[in-house]
């Protein structure tokens, strides 16, 4: 099969070695821990979530292929987080969003480690700060859609726990 000149400089994904993706880990938990010491000195919540909270109980740690950490929080806090960390985060991390980095193209916020480069092969021709990341996602609570979610998680909590078990 013929590869057409830009099919050949489409860019190559990079499948991390086991030392490359231990780096990556150590650097996001240096990242949460930043995350964590804000939210705990402003009375902030945040909630670990996805892979991360099944790393965190399954595994005590990461999922073993898992390349990221995922933290939730309610709107509020977040806008609160949002303000004290523009003062309170190191130099070290970078507060990411569409109004700090005008080249960045999610909806949800990152804290991104300075010094540091994860690019995913969708962001290689863009201009955006690509360090190393967690990501913020916001919950908006309105009551009937709450409820209704709230059950379906606890829904698929409970499927998961029975296919863990019968695993056993």
Same mark, same amino acid.
């Given at each position: 099969?013929? /590869?057409?000149?830009?099919?050949?400089?489409?860019?190559?994904?990079?499948?991390?070695?086991?030392?490359?993706?231990?780096l990556i880990q150590?650097?996001?938990?240096?990242?949460?821990?930043?995350?964590?010491?804000?939210?705990?000195?402003?009375?902030?919540?945040?909630?670990?979530?996805?892979?991360?909270?099944? %790393?965190?109980?399954?595994?005590? %740690?990461?999922?073993?292929?898992?390349?990221?950490?995922?933290?939730?929080?309610?709107?509020?806090?977040?806008?609160?987080?949002?303000?004290?960390?523009?003062?309170?985060?190191?130099?070290?991390?970078?507060?990411?969003?569409?109004? /700090?980095?005008?080249?960045?193209?999610?909806?949800?916020?990152?804290?991104?480690?300075?010094?540091?480069?994860?690019?995913?092969?969708?962001?290689?021709?863009?201009?955006?700060?690509? %360090?190393?990341?967690?990501?913020?996602?916001?919950?908006?609570?309105?009551?009937k859609i709450s409820?209704?979610?709230?059950?379906k998680a606890k829904?698929?909590?409970?499927?998961?726990?029975?296919?863990?078990?019968?695993?056993?």
């Amino acid at each position: 099969m013929k /590869t057409t000149e830009s099919q050949s400089k489409q860019p190559q994904p990079h499948i991390l070695t086991d030392s490359e993706l231990k780096l990556i880990q150590f650097e996001e938990k240096q990242i949460l821990k930043a995350v964590h010491e804000i939210c705990v000195n402003n009375n902030i919540k945040y909630y670990i979530y996805g892979g991360t909270l099944l %790393g965190a109980v399954r595994h005590k %740690g990461f999922i073993p292929w898992d390349d990221d950490i995922d933290i939730l929080m309610y709107r509020n806090d977040y806008k609160k987080f949002e303000k004290i960390a523009k003062k309170a985060l190191s130099k070290d991390y970078f507060l990411q969003n569409n109004l /700090t980095d005008k080249g960045y193209y999610q909806i949800w916020p990152k804290i991104r480690r300075n010094g540091t480069v994860l690019e995913n092969v969708s962001e290689v021709n863009l201009t955006m700060h690509k %360090g190393v990341f967690i990501d913020i996602f916001m919950l908006d609570y309105e009551k009937k859609i709450s409820k209704r979610l709230f059950k379906k998680a606890k829904i698929h909590s409970l499927l998961a726990y029975a296919l863990e078990v019968k695993k056993r």
